[in-house]
């Protein structure tokens, strides 16, 4: 994370990775979120937004 600049932000999976949520729980300011329970409160808060090419087809599906 730290080569893409990327200090502190959320993290949107298509599904729970329970790898990289307990990996994330150990990073400040670095939360994970699944595409389906995605609020627009934890984008507006969130410095920067890294999202996974299935949570992103996910997000696409449920606003079609």
Same mark, same amino acid.
């Given at each position: 994370?730290? /080569?893409? /600049?990327f200090?502190? /932000?959320?993290?949107?999976?298509? /599904?729970?990775?329970?790898?990289?949520?307990?990996s994330?729980r150990?990073?400040?300011?670095?939360?994970?979120?699944?595409?389906?329970?995605?609020?627009?409160?934890?984008?507006?808060?969130?410095?920067?937004?890294?999202?996974?090419?299935?949570?992103?087809?996910?997000?696409?599906?449920?606003?079609?």
């Open positions: 994370l730290n /080569g893409i /600049g200090q502190s /932000g959320l993290i949107v999976t298509e /599904g729970l990775d329970i790898n990289l949520f307990l994330a150990n990073i400040p300011n670095v939360y994970v979120s699944e595409a389906r329970s995605l609020s627009p409160v934890e984008l507006v808060h969130s410095e920067k937004v890294v999202v996974t090419t299935a949570a992103l087809k996910a997000i696409e599906e449920s606003l079609s």
